[in-house]
T-cell receptor, first 111, second 116 residues
Framework: KQEVTQIPAALSVPEGENLVLNCSFT??????LQWFRQDPGKGLTSLLL?????REQTSGRLNASLDKSSGRSTLYIAASQPGDSATYLC??????????FGTGTRLTVIP | SAVISQKPSRDICQRGTSLTIQCQVD?????MFWYRQQPGQSLTLIAT?????????ESGFVIDKFPISRPNLTFSTLTVSNMSPEDSSIYLC?????????????FGPGTRLTVL
């Protein structure tokens, strides 16, 4: 069974810093990997989707990389802002479009 | 993309009662998914709702506790039955776009349930 792990569990940085969130998965036979953002008590917002044939995907200040063979992905956030404070989740497909989720990284950006 | 709405957004319920959560999608989709997120935890899949057939439940979840309806390709409901405080969670519906297992997932805003 696929297991997804995220490190660190929590991260606190001053505004303006660049940061990296890590995601690892045990079964490398995936079609894609997706990064989500979740604000407290809310639903999930899709940030980036990386297909297995891609090595990275960019959206604004966000850059996600995927190393399928080693079972790892990173989410890089440039010039962090207080509005980036949220929990970030990575997820991989489990077949039939359902997802296996990581444990999440709770990010706090201090003004 | 897909725009998903859920009702209610939150509720506080008494032990032993039931709550039905609605999920509406702005486009037709084959499968809809229901997830549970317990406090401080990540998401766990409850079941897959298929139009025209019974829902498929994951291990640890049963139809008597979480009955699901899927009357058409844009709507689904999840009922949390005979609730206990352990059912306090955020319940989210989601849909996939693209090929099964290879497409992007979109989530509703969630229903925050508190059981007293």
């Amino acid at each position: 069974k696929q297991e997804v792990t995220q490190i660190p569990a929590a991260l606190s940085v001053p505004e303006g810093e660049n940061l990296v969130l890590n995601c690892s998965f045990t079964d490398s036979a995936i079609y894609n990997l997706q990064w989500f953002r979740q604000d407290p008590g809310k639903g999930l917002t899709s940030l980036l989707l990386i297909q297995s044939s891609q090595r990275e995907q960019t959206s604004g200040r966000l850059n996600a990389s995927l190393d399928k063979s080693s079972g790892r992905s990173t989410l890089y956030i440039a010039a962090s802002q207080p509005g980036d404070s949220a929990t970030y989740l990575c997820a991989v497909p489990g077949g039939a479009n359902n997802l296996f989720f990581g444990t999440g990284t709770r990010l706090t950006v201090i003004p | 993309s897909a725009v998903i709405s859920q009702k209610p957004s939150r509720d506080i319920c008494q032990r032993g009662t039931s709550l039905t959560i609605q999920c509406q999608v702005d486009s037709q989709v084959t499968m809809m998914f229901w997830y549970r997120q317990q406090p401080g935890q990540s998401l766990t899949l409850i079941a897959t709702a298929n139009q025209g057939s019974e829902a498929t439940y994951e291990s640890g979840f049963v139809i008597d506790k979480f009955p699901i309806s899927r009357p058409n390709l844009t709507f689904s409901t999840l009922t949390v039955s005979n609730m206990s405080p352990e059912d306090s969670s955020i319940y989210l519906c989601s849909v996939g776009k693209g090929l099964a297992g290879a497409g992007e997932q979109f989530f509703g805003p969630g229903t925050r349930l508190t059981v007293l």
